[in-house]
């Protein structure tokens, strides 16, 4: 079997719903039902006994290390930490908790399991940690895309977190031998996305006639992967990635945000236009055409807000070396895989009115209320 974490998050719940369908391996589930963690997620799960939910903190070390030794898994994929960049400027301190402290602490336990298990099971056992292209730091327009050893440069509490558990991770192999694999992935998008992320946001708001607050000009660049591409990346990197090695994984989708605010308003306005006849109860004042449009569009709700303090310009992503070395490559375009997602988010209206609990409205008050 193998042990998850972070496995009720947006892409670890994916990884394991996407793994119990391929695979008869059976999971131990370890998440600590942050904000971000949420059960509903794998309710498809309930009576499956392949699955194993825990809750609990990657940092407990002692709740890990009976994990393993109950389990004894053969790997282990950490998905667990803090994702969300805005959140982390407002409060950095769960970042270096769960991130830098957590990682460090899962780290020590597995290498005390890892030392304890006999030639063959240490030799394949396998610990991957799911990064992200963040720690690069920002790229300018023409620069080439990031490779492996691309020099890390976090701008963000986030990503200099994230970046702080790679080295840990990267050290746990030079220093003590533990089997570790590293990928570097860039923006996830597709179903369970918490709507504090820019493609679920705009598409919650769009359907309950809110603004659509882009930061700054709309210029800024992300590399956008289909979540389920992410997913079975790792799957290749855990069964034939080099120990030690770090793979970056993208979806060769450059794009600037305003252009995703867009797309996601085109396949609105397609799968469920906006009434012609009265406007969103929430901006009465708005026209819903816009000067490209005669008819009602959901672009009419896109408003330009201040920008994220320190806002990376661009990211992209140089996937070669995994495409070369391990054959993997995303299988949906961003054309299917935005038009599957915004499909999912209309056919799970409840998933989002469950995930929209005071804590959700407390932070979008808090996020939006001062970007005017
Ligand atoms: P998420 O915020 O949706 O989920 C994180 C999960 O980790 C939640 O279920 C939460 O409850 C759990 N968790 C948080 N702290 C924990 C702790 N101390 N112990 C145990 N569980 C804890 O995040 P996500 O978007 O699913 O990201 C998963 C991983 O992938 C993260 O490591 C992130 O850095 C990385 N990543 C994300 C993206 C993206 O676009 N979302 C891109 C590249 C890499
Ligand atoms: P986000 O989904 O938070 O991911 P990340 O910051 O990890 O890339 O944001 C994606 C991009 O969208 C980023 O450039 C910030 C921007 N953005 C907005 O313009 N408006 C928003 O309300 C949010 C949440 C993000």
Same mark, same amino acid.
């Given at each position: 079997?193998?042990?998850?974490?972070? #496995?009720?998050?947006?892409?670890?719940?994916? $990884?394991?719903?996407?793994?119990?369908?391929?695979?008869?391996?059976?999971?131990?589930?370890?998440?600590?039902?942050?904000?971000? /963690?949420?059960?509903?997620?794998?309710?498809? !799960?309930?009576?499956?006994?392949?699955?194993? $939910?825990?809750? #609990?903190?990657?940092?407990?070390?002692?709740?890990?290390?009976?994990?393993?030794?109950?389990?004894?898994?053969?790997?282990?994929?950490?998905?667990?930490?803090?994702?969300?960049?805005?959140?982390?400027?407002?409060?950095?301190?769960?970042?270096?908790?769960?991130?830098?402290?957590?990682?460090?602490?899962?780290?020590?336990?597995?290498?005390?399991?890892?030392?304890?298990?006999?030639?063959?099971?240490?030799?394949?056992?396998?610990?991957?940690?799911?990064?992200?292209?963040?720690?690069?730091?920002?790229?300018?327009?023409?620069?080439?895309?990031?490779?492996?050893?691309?020099?890390?440069?976090?701008?963000?509490?986030?990503?200099?977190?994230?970046?702080?558990?790679?080295? !840990?991770?990267?050290?746990?192999?030079? %220093?003590?031998?533990?089997?570790?694999?590293?990928?570097?992935?860039?923006?996830?998008?597709?179903?369970?996305?918490?709507?504090?992320?820019?493609?679920?946001?705009?598409?919650?708001?769009?359907?309950?006639?809110?603004?659509?607050?882009?930061?700054?000009?709309?210029?800024?660049?992300?590399?956008?992967?289909?979540?389920?591409?992410?997913?079975?990346?790792?799957?290749?990197?855990?069964?034939?990635?080099?120990? /030690?090695?770090?793979?970056?994984?993208?979806?060769?989708?450059?794009?600037?945000?305003?252009?995703?605010?867009?797309?996601?308003?085109?396949?609105?306005?397609?799968?469920? +236009? !906006? +009434?012609?006849?009265?406007?969103?109860?929430?901006?009465?004042?708005?026209?819903? %055409?816009?000067?490209?449009?005669?008819?009602?569009?959901?672009?009419?709700?896109?408003?330009?807000?201040?920008?994220? +303090?320190?806002?990376?310009?661009?990211?992209?992503?140089?996937?070669?070396?995994?495409?070369?070395?391990?054959?993997?490559?995303?299988?949906?375009?961003?054309? %299917? /895989?935005?038009?599957?997602?915004?499909? *999912?988010?209309?056919?799970?209206?409840? *998933?989002?009115?469950?995930?929209?609990? /005071?804590?959700?409205?407390?932070?979008?008050?808090?996020?939006?209320?001062?970007?005017?």
């Amino acid at each position: 079997m193998i042990l998850v974490t972070g #496995g009720a998050g947006f892409i670890g719940a994916n $990884f394991v719903l996407d793994w119990l369908t391929q695979s008869d391996e059976a999971i131990v589930n370890l998440d600590a039902l942050t904000y971000a /963690g949420n059960l509903q997620n794998l309710a498809s !799960l309930t009576a499956d006994p392949r699955h194993i $939910f825990v809750h #609990g903190d990657i940092a407990d070390s002692t709740l890990v290390a009976g994990l393993l030794a109950q389990h004894q898994p053969r790997a282990l994929i950490n998905f667990a930490a803090e994702s969300h960049v805005d959140r982390s400027i407002h409060g950095p301190e769960d970042f270096i908790q769960t991130n830098i402290v957590g990682t460090f602490r899962l780290l020590e336990t597995v290498r005390a399991y890892w030392n304890g298990l006999n030639d063959e099971t240490k030799q394949s056992f396998r610990f991957l940690h799911v990064s992200t292209d963040e720690v690069y730091g920002s790229l300018a327009k023409d620069e080439p895309a990031f490779s492996e050893t691309r020099r890390y440069e976090p701008n963000s509490p986030y990503s200099a977190s994230k970046a702080a558990s790679d080295h !840990l991770v990267r050290a746990y192999h030079h %220093t003590y031998s533990l089997p570790v694999l590293t990928t570097n992935c860039s923006n996830n998008y597709g179903p369970y996305h918490f709507p504090e992320k820019l493609i679920p946001l705009m598409i919650v708001n769009a359907l309950a006639g809110k603004s659509l607050p882009v930061y700054g000009d709309g210029q800024q660049i992300r590399d956008w992967l289909y979540v389920k591409d992410h997913c079975s990346a790792i799957r290749r990197v855990l069964a034939a990635g080099r120990v /030690g090695e770090v793979y970056n994984i993208g979806g060769c989708n450059e794009k600037p945000n305003i252009e995703i605010v867009h797309t996601v308003c085109a396949l609105l306005d397609e799968l469920r +236009p !906006l +009434p012609t006849s009265h406007l969103p109860l929430t901006i009465p004042h708005l026209p819903l %055409t816009t000067p490209h449009s005669p008819l009602p569009t959901y672009r009419s709700l896109i408003t330009y807000v201040t920008d994220r +303090p320190g806002h990376d310009r661009r990211y992209a992503i140089d996937a070669s070396k995994i495409e070369h070395e391990l054959g993997w490559k995303p299988a949906e375009t961003f054309a %299917t /895989g935005i038009r599957k997602t915004v499909q *999912w988010y209309l056919d799970n209206q409840s *998933w989002v009115s469950n995930v929209q609990s /005071g804590a959700y409205r407390t932070w979008v008050e808090k996020n939006y209320q001062e970007r005017g």
